[in-house]
């Protein structure tokens, strides 16, 4: 049950499970190193202890040191058992101490700590009671610790791990010699006892690297072997219609697409018209048209006589995609309606808080193939949703929907519909090579000409307290104007969890849209239109605020970041993000293009007291610097790790990706590419089975929150 928690369900799992840290007897630990909550094996020297109370309220205070550093521990108990493990402590010139780090009176202490001391030989002195953790300290070498839940300590995983190394013999390699010589890899049964059983570090390291390669190797054959999956698989043609909805269109643009939205779209049209299911990845910098390219995806599949579907993670941005669809469309977008054009199609939508009527009807227009595009959240997953014939899904910020959602809507077509994903966080190329490499990638990195820049400034209010009242009058200028000011808090409510980057004794709790309304409202922003936006309203006040933001009836929006994607409002020229510190890169770039999207300047202010040389202000003066989305992103990877990045904390899974690490691994990734590739057109039928079992492993590993389901 216990290895279960940590999801070891077999013996590949348990030798996959590799130690965090390696101790030695000879090494202390660095107890700076250690943080409240953690469940941690620390090798420290014993430099004191106490006895204090007596009788059955006894208790012993320790205190270890790693040379440089403290850490307290306390047993309590009754006299005679406090009295032993006095004893059992100064036997030894270290201990290897485990247990879960807390916090008293600001100091780190572990309590009732499971131990064991060792000489300076590294020896075991004293009771021997406890086998597991005598046989990891006793072992010549390195000690490995491993991630552990609370009732499983680190010793009792490398026992379990020993023994099933133990029992094995040598381990059958999948790999050929070949390929190991060219990947500059040791052989399997190796590279595991060097991970679990080292005897210096060097070789660790070796076993790691072949570790890494094999996660590689398997996410790359993985996804190699997903497109030639899906190559076999037909999908609706749809070639490009002369005299179709496209094309006029295309003749009603009141502007130029740029260089970048032609090829992309040209790319795009090609695949459409083929019998294999387009399975492409549209990146975007902010401003750049993604939504322009996909719409004129869609109305090609329509001329096909085909229904596209455009799925997004909210309500709110649902509703905004569906008029902004029927914004661009016009008439060609009223579907059979008195005076419409006859090649005009309809744009519906669906979502959860439709009425019941509502709902029927449009889902009759879905089944009977009016709906020709179709706007949705996951109301379109459920069942009893049918389609005429769809022939293209495209996923606005997939990585918020689960795989068996996606493959819902795939698998409710006789024919295999294309699919085009796209994001507005640009991502970076170590991670489209890993985690979407089943997907073609085209990114559009240009903004159209017309678009007037967006300018940055950080504002600190405690050093610069008049710049803030400055930023309040600039929105009520703002406002005369005729404009409109968004207002970004981290949190709804004064009792909602505070998650602070701040890093200081005291922190400050971060804004709230409910204080900050008030605040607002009765002091700076007096006597202008204010109005609330957070994902707890109910779907009909999201709705109506949006509206009436959209229809130039409130001023200033007071929001959380349910405004970070998506929403367009071109009359919006400011936006004041509050502790912006609390958010990361590519959450601050996407709110940031919330503004200037009209014929306006936009103007971006980031409010922030992080401490100057902290990581968290420097993170702020790089969004104030650039207005690069791509160059964003590659700092926001260094700093959050590939997971965060690609919406892991979102979507409440775990990263796909468990030993790389997409920047620090990067030539090994590449590598690791180039001979599966190989691997794959010398073997496409998968007769290989050791191919098989890598592609398994992969899969199993992401869980599916990055691969398609075939």
């Known amino acids: 049950m216990a290895l279960a928690k940590l999801r070891l369900g077999t013996v590949g799992d348990l030798l996959s499970h590799s130690p965090l ?29 106490r006895v204090l109370g007596g009788g059955n309220r006894s208790r012993l205070e320790v205190v270890l040191t790693d040379g440089n550093g403290a850490l307290n521990c306390t047993f309590f108990g009754r006299a005679f058992l406090v009295g032993w493990w006095e004893e059992q402590l100064a036997r030894g010139e270290h201990g290897i101490f485990v247990g879960k780090v807390s916090q008293f009176q600001r100091k780190l202490q572990l309590t009732h700590p499971d131990f064991v001391m060792i000489d300076d030989r590294g020896s075991v002195v004293g009771r021997a009671d ?21 009732k499983l300590p680190t010793w009792r995983i490398s026992e379990c791990v020993d023994l099933v190394l133990g029992q094995l013999g040598e381990i059958d390699d999948p790999l050929g010699e070949q390929t190991r010589e060219r990947a500059g890899v040791i052989g399997l049964d190796a590279a595991l006892r060097a991970v679990h059983q080292p005897s210096h570090r060097d070789q660790v390291a070796e076993g790691l690297r072949r570790l890494r390669f094999d996660e590689a190797l398997g996410l790359h054959l993985s996804m190699l072997y997903r497109r030639i999956d899906n190559a ?7 070639p490009a219609r002369p005299n179709g909805v496209a094309s006029a269109f295309d003749d009603r643009l009141p502007f130029r697409l740029t260089a970048g939205q032609t090829a992309v779209g040209e790319t795009i049209a090609a695949e459409l018209a083929g019998e294999q299911p387009m399975m492409r990845l549209l990146q975007g910098e902010v401003g750049s048209g993604k939504t322009l390219v996909a719409l004129r995806a869609m109305l090609q599949v329509v001329d096909s006589s085909h229904q596209a ?19 661009f469309l016009g008439d060609l977008g009223a579907g059979r309606v008195l005076g419409a054009p006859e090649i005009a199609t309809d744009v519906a939508l669906l979502t959860g808080s439709l009425s019941a009527a509502r709902r029927r009807a449009t889902l ?61 966080t640009p991502i970076p190329r170590s991670v489209a090579m890993t985690v979407f490499g089943d997907l073609e990638v085209s990114s559009l990195i240009e903004v159209p000409g017309n678009r007037p820049a967006t300018r940055t400034h950080l504002i600190d209010p405690l050093s610069q307290p008049d710049w803030l009242d400055r930023a309040w009058q600039r929105i009520r200028e703002e406002a005369d104007a005729g404009s409109q000011t968004f207002v970004v808090c981290p949190r709804i409510t004064a009792s909602d969890d505070d998650q602070t980057t701040v890093t200081s004794d005291e922190a400050q709790q971060s804004a709230t849209v409910e204080q900050t309304l008030e605040y607002l409202g009765a002091g700076a922003l007096a006597g202008l239109r204010l109005a609330s936006l957070h994902g707890r309203m109910d779907t009909e006040q999201k709705a109506a605020v949006m509206a009436g933001f959209v229809a130039g009836e409130i001023d200033v929006l007071v929001s959380t970041t349910v405004i970070e994607v998506g929403v367009d409002v071109p009359n919006a020229t ?11 890169i590519s959450q601050l770039h996407q709110l940031r293009g919330r503004v200037g999207r009209g014929n306006k300047p936009g103007l971006c202010l980031l409010v922030s007291s992080a401490e100057p040389g902290s990581a968290a202000r420097e993170r702020l003066a790089a969004v104030a610097s650039t207005t690069d989305g791509f160059e964003l992103a590659e700092l926001d990877l260094e700093q959050r790790r590939e997971g965060n990045v690609l919406g892991v904390s979102q979507s409440g899974s775990r990263s796909a990706l468990r030993l790389l690490r997409v920047l620090e691994h990067r030539d090994e990734i590449i590598l690791s590419r180039s001979i599966a590739e190989d691997l794959v057109q010398a073997d496409p039928q998968r007769a290989d089975g050791n191919l098989g079992d890598y592609v398994t492993q992969a899969e199993l590993l992401a869980a599916g929150d990055w691969l398609e389901k075939s």
Not at 130 to 143: E, H, I, N, Y
Not at 232 to 238: D, K, N
Not at 381 to 395: D, H, M, N, R
């Open 21 to 49: 840290r390696y101790l030695s007897g000879t090494e202390n630990s660095d107890l700076s190193e250690l943080k409240v909550g953690e469940h941690v094996a620390v090798l420290a020297r014993v430099a004191r202890t």
């Open 574 to 584: 400011v936006m004041v993000i509050l502790d912006a510190d609390r958010f990361g």
């Open 309 to 327: 579907v455009l799925v997004a993670p909210t309500e709110v941005l649902a509703a905004q995609h569906a008029d902004t669809l029927r914004r």
């Open 364 to 424: 009759d227009a879905l089944r009977d193939g009016s709906a020709g595009i179709v706007v949705g959240t996951h109301a379109l997953f459920t069942e009893g949703v049918e389609f005429a014939s769809l022939g293209l899904l495209v996923v606005d910020e997939q990585h918020r929907f689960g795989v068996d959602q996606r493959a819902a809507l795939l698998e409710r077509s006789a024919l295999r519909p294309h699919v085009l994903v796209m994001t507005a």
């Open 232 to 238: 076999a698989l037909s999908a609706a043609r749809c």
């Open 130 to 150: 406890k086998s597991a953790l005598v046989s990891a300290v006793s072992r010549s070498g390195l000690v490995p610790i491993y991630k552990q839940p609370a």
